[in-house]
């Protein structure tokens, strides 16, 4: 089954969902700055970060690191792109307009997409190995680090500004909604648990599934002992007091990840061109 855009923002995933050119309905949501330009430094440094507008600022990045918000659906996998997708770097502002929502963004991004690129894409579900993240104990009880939050996250109405972003201090990240991702690190004031397993299926090396069961919103501390890193020097310090990633789920939130097969979406391009330069 084939669904068009504006009806897929509601639908659930049951068959195909397509983002075309002309799915675009008058009056949707557009960001209210663009600037896409191609990178050329050759080097390897970037990032991305929030003003406190709301603006997102994309420094040498390729487009393949930010097409999947471009996808209808909550997808972790993309398939069809062109070489130049992965190897090009850009650098991206994009401005809401003011007021705009939250969830509006995935919308704006969906636009910017098909306007500044022609992006002919769709969703099909295909079965994949995939992790489910389910409570550890028998007994329900939850790991020391990992309580239910004191703070008020629920989504802000239309129209109200958006917070400020979190700082890179931890102990600030504490007592805010969302969540500070760092080396070794996940620290939240309060977040979902279906927020949070859509940030560590990289960690954990394939797609995640919430079936903890557990709503609302939770404040946690997480830390782990990361890898050392391809080329990184021999005598690069690793903190042998911190277990590994699966471990300090487990121990530290009370959550463990349970090999299963799944269904799950995958965002698969059809058509996409170089952005012109603006």
């Not at 991206?92 to 636009?111: C, D, H, S, W, Y």
């Not at 109200?160 to 620290?187: E, H, M, N």
């Not at 946690?220 to 042998?240: F, I, K, V």
Request: neutral net charge; glycine residues 10%.
């Amino acid at each position: 089954m084939t669904r068009l855009l504006g009806a897929a923002l509601i639908a659930t995933m049951c068959g195909c969902v397509a983002v075309r050119a002309q799915d675009q309905p008058a009056g949707s949501a557009q960001f209210e700055v663009v600037s896409i330009k191609r990178n050329i430094s050759d080097t390897t440094g970037g990032g991305m970060r929030s003003l406190p507008d709301g603006t997102s600022v994309m420094t040498n990045q390729s487009i393949r690191s930010i097409i999947l918000a471009a996808s209808p659906v909550p997808a972790r996998e993309v398939e069809g792109l062109p070489d130049w997708v992965n190897t090009e770097r850009y650098d991206i502002t994009l401005k809401p307009p003011a007021g705009a929502a939250r969830e509006q963004r995935g919308e704006m991004m969906r636009n910017m997409f098909v306007e500044r690129m022609k992006l002919q894409a769709h969703v099909e579900e295909r079965e994949r190995d995939v992790f489910a993240l389910v409570v550890a104990r028998s007994d329900g009880r939850l790991g020391p680090q990992l309580k239910p939050s004191t703070l008020d996250c629920s989504p802000r109405p239309p129209g109200t500004a958006p917070p400020p972003p979190p700082s890179f201090d931890p102990k600030d990240a504490t007592g805010r909604c969302g969540g500070l991702f760092g080396q070794g690190t996940i620290v939240s004031g309060g977040i979902a648990l279906d927020s949070l397993v859509l940030s560590i299926s990289g960690l954990a090396g394939r797609q995640v599934l919430n079936r903890t069961g557990l709503k609302g919103f939770y404040a946690l501390t997480l830390r782990w002992a990361e890898p050392r890193r391809p080329g990184a020097s021999p005598d690069a310090a690793l903190d042998e007091n911190l277990p590994d990633f699966f471990t300090a789920l487990q121990e530290q939130l009370g959550l463990k990840l349970q090999a299963e097969k799944a269904r799950v979406p995958i965002f698969v391009v059809d058509h996409i061109e170089r952005p012109t330069d603006n």
